[in-house]
């Protein structure tokens, strides 16, 4: 939750792209020490099966409480000179039910639709997901959870949006501090110089509310300004909450906006251990677009066309898949729910149905999950050419890699690991390519495989 929006708090990071056709150089990792080019000429790193990746964002979500209903009155009592929080919010519905998460759910697997969810595990005060949740019983809090475990979790990151995404929380007590003001609310905190572990310490509260009630997580994401101040700090917190409490290998997450030509592609930081048995880093992926769907107190008419036109010839999400930038498309869950009107959704459903339209064959749905880790191994990887092929040395494993590799093949190209060799199978059309194939060019080979971790080898005959 944005206040009024996400754009107002944030400037985006940017990450540059990979270079040009049949021999561009990919940037170095940050932290990277190597003296020659990780990427030499003649060789590219593509997008994840040369196609464009699409993500969808959902911010102030959670099980069964309507964020815009709970949260407009304390935000209104943080900033009581503030007239976009003096909306009747009394009238507006206190829950967003199941039957809508069901709905959505279904239809976005539908249309193999992937992104991020968030699960704020107190919000706005009302309970917490892993004991009870006030206004609702029991039985209903577990089906929800339930719900969000099998139906969304699959194809969707979920994501803590930090504790209360309203008043921060004393974590020694579980109580929200006395003071209420813009300094004691998650979307403006910390104003003053706090400690990695201090926001590791905050961050990992959240987190093990999720893993109590036995949801996934990789990353996290801000409410809002959450961490402007200290936003190395916050970024290395991430890595070690999300590490410390679920294990996760590559943790990500997501703040920034990216608008106009910024860059749209996740960005490495606190990169390290590349050449040990414990490589580290933080992924911070960012949106490409605003919220357009109905704001995120569900109160404003969705403007869909802003995303795509009903055609696809026009909007943020076109623009972005004809650059061949990544498209993560950014949204509030009651923005969807639209005080129940479900206008959002249905708006939402229009935007996805004219880009499979038009876009289908260049773009491929990720997780934030799958986005962070295949940027990881693409920023990581130390790639050799010879005469032969193609030597990979990689920190992470990454799925549907793809190279292009100038080259006149003569023979089927094979992935070589650990003395095996496994032939890649020849298809024609790019919107073909998927792990385990390759694509002759005029003068070059595009190669789609599963990179694995350590040292690996594409044969080129």
Known sequence: MSLPTRRDFLMAGAAAAAGGLCGGRAPRAEGSSDAEPRVPEGVEILHPRARVPLSFIIDDSTCLVNMGHFCMPQFAEAWPGREIYRKPWKSWPREIP????????????????????????????????????????????????????????????????????????????????????????????????????????????????????????????TPGGFGNAVKSEL?????????????????????????????????????????????????????????????????????????????????????????????????????????????????????????????????VWMKLSEIARYWAARETTVIRRDPKGVGLSAAFAAGDFTLRVRTEVAAAPALLRRGEAVPLREVRRARDLEAGTWLREERCALLCFDLPKGESRIAIG
């Not at 609702?136 to 994501?159: G, Y």
């Not at 677009?289 to 008419?301: A, C, P, R, S």
């Not at 061949?324 to 959704?345: D, E, I, S, V």
Request: aromatic share 10%; with cysteine.
């Open 98 to 221: 199941d039957d809508f998460v069901r709905e959505f759910g279904e239809w976005c697997a539908g249309r193999g639709v992937r992104g991020k969810y968030s699960v704020v595990p107190y919000p706005a005060c009302v309970g917490w997901l892993d004991r009870e949740l006030p206004g609702w019983s029991r039985r209903e809090l577990l089906s929800s959870i339930r719900l969000v475990r099998d139906l969304l979790a699959p194809a969707w990151d979920i994501h803590p949006e930090m504790i209360s995404h309203t008043r921060v929380i004393d974590i020694r007590t579980g109580r929200p501090l006395e003071e209420i003001s813009a300094a004691t609310m998650e979307n403006s905190f910390p104003q003053t110089t706090k400690s990695v572990d201090e926001l590791a310490s905050y961050i990992a509260y959240a987190l093990r509310i999720l893993k109590n009630c036995e949801l996934p997580c990789e990353g996290i994401t």
């Open 235 to 363: 970024s290395l917190a991430v890595q070690e909450a999300v590490r410390d409490v679920y294990g996760a290998e590559i943790p990500h997450y997501f703040k920034y906006v990216s608008g106009g030509d910024e860059s749209t592609e996740p960005k490495l930081e606190h990169v390290g251990g590349l050449q040990t048995d414990d490589p580290r880093l933080t992924v911070n992926v960012p949106a490409g677009t605003g919220d357009w769907f109905g704001n995120w107190d569900g109160d404003e008419e969705p403007q869909g066309h802003r995303y795509a036109t009903d055609d696809a010839s026009g909007g943020r999400m076109v623009e972005l898949i004809e650059q061949g930038r990544p498209a993560l498309m950014l949204c509030h869950w009651p923005g969807l729910y639209t005080q129940g009107t479900k206008k959002g959704f249905q708006h939402l459903q229009k935007v996805i149905l004219a880009l499979e339209s038009r876009f289908s064959d260049r773009t």
